[in-house]
């Protein structure tokens, strides 16, 4: 391979010339630059060229020469030697957001050949077609000649310059889309693994995650000046606005897509307000950068990128302090993806330069994070399943414990009433009627009305789990006139100092009457019954007292007493007592409850 | 005939009074309302009854060992009550009858007319056989008793295995609760028809009914038809 030799055009310039020899396949020209800002713009060519500008140029440093958002019109110039035979070489300029790049080449007659590239020309225009702007370079043999490049955009100025033979760019451009079609392979399967999950399962967290990668995709794709190529080759004017309104629409998707992930609405509201309004935000600026300059919605759209970033961030961390699973998936994913977007924005605000890191370390970062991703949304999904289990297996016990209870409250209504209203009881009393009717109907009537009386009162008190004294009192007396009037005898009930507000169960003091009847007021004529009330500190003490004969053991035995143990054992756990005695000419039962000092229970009401 | 009323409730008791008294007012000797059983033991004690009327609450057990005791005596039992739900029971017991309350004229009508029959019918359902042991009652299994062989106020119960019991009722007084395998086939005898094998003749044309357990039993004339008729079935 023969070697060329070429010297810098400058005394002053320090930069070196970029020899072919060196670089038998070609590579970086940003050693050899020297770059000059034109910061009104006005410079031309003839100036430019100029010894008098020749000390103005500055030799670059950077790996690649990047500017920001800069308003500036830059100038680069190089000189190529060449000192062997004639050579086609290819100038690249591997940033494919530049507005406009113009090339001049020095004519061999003197004067300058121009060339111009840019985004704002149709694809087609293009010398080479190719993603980046390729100028294909005459060197002549043993010849030196230097080149100057002028850039100007509205978006972040920076030009990586490469100089290549055709083998050389042929092969990078080889390994560049195998990479870049791997990367692109992995977001399409995903996007398609997530369509088909959507349609499968119908969660819309997965149709949200969708529409992220393909916006995302489809923002790597203009970055890369891929779309601009296959895309809308024919939209110059669309390829400039598209990087910001996806970015716009990308990261609204993903601002929903991690709010259904993350569940914020219901795990961390704070979170998801804040969240929402970023999304409305974002929403809001996709018209807007219609009409925006394009320097603004760029910049903004990168600010935004950031800003998106460190919010979701933030609100991943919350909803991982709530120990919710798929955050932590969700977590290390946006590491990465944190790490690629804040390095390209800090990039593209010249901040920090470019770097292989901070061109592919987006890319790369994006593919992990989408991956992983998808596994917080199977996880998601199975902590899902996971609740709705225990979920289901809660209202189960709910459900169980609420028959039980239903059951339970439906047994005591069926005691009161078995107990209450017994075959025995009515037809001893329509019995009695029917004797009635021939000797006296007056009294057949009213013992006939007491009974439909006595009837529906139990009825009605019969799902009450406590009535007041007055209701108890009142069935009580309905209950001695009909024994009244079955057994020719007079039975009376009376009372003393009574609170007849006072809640009590149901036929606790029907029950002790009764049962005083049946076992204590066979011999006498008349049957009357004392109820009276003691008020101690913690306690009521109800005291029935009757004229009758003892009771003995017996009242503790019947169905009668069964009722009550159980009645008062469930309004009044362990805390009522019953006892009897004789008392002066007569029986007394004493009913005793205590109160509970704690609240919580439905006590009688004081 | 003496009759007894044990009810607590007097003017159920007048009623029952008064409904007895309209169907069957001349033939009654004597008619006694108590309201206790107590009292009624001490009363019964000194004071032969033939019918006795008992409020009874059939749910507890205390109204079976009442009735256990009371069958053991030599009147019959109407039980009054207005729980019908055991009323079957109250029959395998040996009850003449169960009268629900309220009470129905017709009903006790066709009670009273029970008292006065002395035909096994074949509508009884009567299972056990009350037999007083000392001071308590005991129940055997009605399928268990051969035969009866009847006294004046007395009949004498034989039991397969031998064990003869004595019983405060008459042949008669048992006609009206025996169930229908039982048959009058002399003035003196009933015969439990499980029991027999066949009939012979004896000298003198006389028959004698023989029993699987070897014995044979006289066969009165007037009861020969009747016993022809149901062991040739």
Known sequence: MSTLLFSTGSLLAEQGAYITGEHPRGGSLSAHLGIYADTDGALTIAKAASAEYAYRFEKNTMAVPSFGFSQNVYWAKFTVTNPGPARMLYLRVAYPHLDSIILYEPAVRGGWAVREAGDLFLFESREIKHHDFIFRLNVQAKSSRTYFLRFKSQGVLEFPLYLTDSETLRDEDHETQIVLGVYYGILLVLAVYNLILFFIIGDRAYLYYLLYITGYGTMQLILNGLAFEYLWPESPRWENLSLPVTVYWTFFWGVFFVRKLLNTRAMTPLSDTVLAVLQTILLMLIPVSFVMSYRFAISSAAALAILFSVIVLVAGFFSLLQGYEPARYFMAAWIFVLAGVILYGLKAFGVIPSHFVTEYGNQIGSAIEMCLLSIGLANRMSVMNRDKESALKQSYRMSRLQQESEIHSVRLELELLKKNIQPHFIMNTINASIVWLEENPALAVRLLRALADELRLVLEVSNHPFISLKEEIRLCRIHLEIMSLRHDKIFRLRTQRLDMSREIPPLIIHTLIENGITHGLKERRRGIFLLTEERENESVVYSLRNNGTSTGDKMKSGTGFRYIQSRLEEAYPGRWDIESGPAEKGWTVKLKISFEQKSGEKLCEY | ?233
């Open chain 2, 1 to 233: 005939m003496r009759i007894l009323i044990v009810e607590d409730e007097s003017v159920a008791a007048r009623g029952l009074e008064r409904a007895i008294r309209e169907l069957a007012g001349s033939r009654i000797v004597s008619l006694k309302v108590l309201g206790s059983f107590t009292a009624a033991e001490y009363f019964i004690q000194d004071n032969p009854i033939d019918l006795l009327f008992l409020d009874l609450q059939l749910h507890e057990r205390d109204g079976f060992e009442l009735l256990t005791q009371l069958a053991a005596d030599s009147f019959q039992t109407i039980v009054v009550s207005a729980n019908t739900d055991r009323a079957i029971e109250a029959f395998e017991y040996g009850v003449l009858d169960f009268l629900p309350k309220p009470l129905d004229r017709q009903r006790l009508k066709q009670a009273m007319d029970r008292f006065d029959s002395v035909t096994i019918s074949s509508g009884r359902n009567m299972k056990y056989l009350s037999i007083r042991k000392d001071d308590r009652a005991e129940l055997i299994d009605l399928s268990r008793v051969e035969y009866l062989r009847g006294g004046d106020n007395y009949a004498m119960i034989h039991i397969s295995g031998g064990a003869l019991e004595r019983h405060r009722k008459t042949l008669d007084s048992f006609s009206k609760i025996l169930p229908g395998n039982f048959l009058r086939i002399h003035k003196s005898c009933i015969v439990n028809l499980d029991y027999a094998v066949s009939i012979r003749t004896s000298a003198g044309s006389r028959y004698e009914l023989e029993l699987k357990t070897g014995e044979n039993i006289p066969v009165g004339r007037t009861f020969y038809g009747e016993l022809k008729q149901r062991t040739q079935k």
